[in-house]
Structure formats: structure tokens, C-alpha cells
């Protein structure tokens, strides 16, 4: 099994629609993470959680909502979807300082008609 | 805040060719400096990592060293193969508790037989 899971893979909505996209674990870490990646930007960091009570917006984080179930649960919500949210998301976890890296997922490519 | 600035791609090369990818940075303190890759259709995975000024990180034939006096991190390879091709990003973690990723906007590197 992978390091990190991300579910589904690929989902195409409509506007308006509210869509879950989940991400689970097996680290072993405390803190995970959100990212987005559209083309020419790179990736951007839309919420990040450091332990299962803590919860941070990220740099986009408008738009989006997350939940961290436990340690090696978290899910980002958008609650009314809209197409400038078509993108490739991200979740990733890390060592307690980041300093050995992340890991990622495999990515989930929402489209948003 | 912290930023990552990489060279304006995508990058084209021979087989066998020289690489070398710029990537800049700006931030407080001593960050840990990171080269991710991500193959087509695929996550991001670390390539390689340095934690301190003047280390070297080294992985798969690629190197990067961490010069604070340029506060750079270039990537570079002695001969790139088809495999390659793929889309690299220079990132940056602060060196607080609440350390982030912070990533550069990646460039596309593609390797012609």
C-alpha cells in the first residue's frame, strides 16, 4: 500500500456541487497537508494540519474547508464547486519539522464543470 | 514571507546533455531546501535534500548545493537520460515548528532520444 492514499483519483462535478476529497496515511505522522497544482504555478498550500485538534489555512484557502478525522485521516471539502477550482490537489504528511521531506499522494484531478 | 524562484522553462535536451536548473530563494532564518520531481501522471517525490549551508545533496545521478552566500540551490546532472523527462520543483521548509513547504513554480524538463 501506498505511504499516502488519495481517493478518488480522477472526479469530474458540476458547479455547485459540494465534492469531498480524502486522504489517508500510514507515516505514522502528525502533519498533513493540502496543496494544489495548477499548471505555471507550482503548487500552493490551501489548509495544513499539524496534529488531529489543529487546523491552519493555508495561502488559498478560500472556497475549501478540510476535516481531520484522526492522525492519519484528512479531507478537504469544497462546499459549492466552481470551475476555477478545476485543478490536480495534493495531499501530503511530514516529520514533525519537514526537514526529511514529504510525502505525497498521487494526486486527485478534479474538473469542475 | 519565504519564496522559491526557479528559471522559466520547459527545458529540452538532448540525450547524454548537461543539466542545470536555477533555483533562487528568499527567507528568514536557515531553511532545509528540497528538489521534488514528479513523473507524467504521477505525485511528487523528493529527489534530493540539503539541510545546511554548503551540503550537498545527491540522488540518481542529480546534485544540488546549498549556497547561502547566493542563497541558491541549482540542480544539476551530468548526462540526462529519456527517463528524465518529467516536471522538477525547488521548495524551501523554514527552519520554525511551523515549518511548510514553500514551492517553486517547477519546470518541465523534456529528454530527446
Known amino acids: 500500500d501506498a505511504d499516502v492514499t488519495q481517493t478518488p483519483r480522477n472526479r469530474i462535478t458540476k458547479t455547485g456541487k459540494r465534492i469531498m476529497l480524502e486522504c489517508s496515511q500510514t507515516?505514522?505522522?502528525?502533519?498533513m497537508y493540502w496543496y494544489r497544482q495548477d499548471p505555471g504555478l507550482g503548487l500552493r498550500l490551501i489548509y495544513y494540519?499539524?496534529?488531529?485538534?489543529?487546523?491552519n489555512k493555508g495561502e488559498i484557502s478560500d472556497g475549501y474547508s478540510v476535516s481531520r478525522q484522526a492522525q492519519a485521516k484528512f479531507s478537504l471539502s469544497l462546499e459549492s464547486a466552481i470551475p476555477n477550482q478545476t485543478a490536480l490537489y495534493f495531499c501530503?504528511?511530514?516529520?514533525?519539522?519537514?526537514?526529511?521531506?514529504?510525502?505525497f499522494g498521487s494526486g486527485t484531478r478534479l474538473t469542475v464543470v | 514571507g519565504d519564496s522559491v524562484t526557479q528559471m522559466e522553462g520547459p527545458v529540452t535536451l538532448s540525450e547524454e546533455a548537461f543539466l542545470t536548473i536555477n533555483c533562487t530563494y528568499t527567507?528568514?532564518?536557515?531553511?532545509?531546501l528540497f528538489w521534488y520531481v514528479q513523473y507524467p501522471g504521477e505525485g511528487l517525490q523528493l529527489l534530493l535534500k540539503?539541510?545546511?549551508?554548503?551540503d550537498k545533496g545527491s540522488n540518481k545521478g542529480f546534485e544540488a548545493t546549498y549556497r547561502k552566500e547566493t542563497t541558491s540551490f541549482h540542480l544539476e546532472k551530468g548526462s540526462v537520460q529519456v527517463s528524465d523527462s518529467a516536471v522538477y520543483f525547488c521548495?524551501?521548509?523554514?527552519?520554525?515548528?511551523?515549518?511548510?513547504?514553500?514551492f517553486g513554480k517547477g519546470i518541465t524538463l523534456s529528454v530527446r532520444p
Open positions: 501530503a504528511t511530514s516529520d514533525p519539522r519537514g526537514n526529511y521531506g514529504y510525502t
Open positions: 507515516k505514522g505522522h502528525d502533519r
Open positions: 494540519s499539524f496534529d488531529v485538534k489543529d487546523i
Open positions: 527567507a528568514t532564518g536557515y531553511p532545509s
Open positions: 540539503a539541510t545546511k549551508a554548503d
Open positions: 521548495a524551501l521548509s523554514d527552519s520554525g515548528a511551523n515549518s511548510k513547504l514553500t
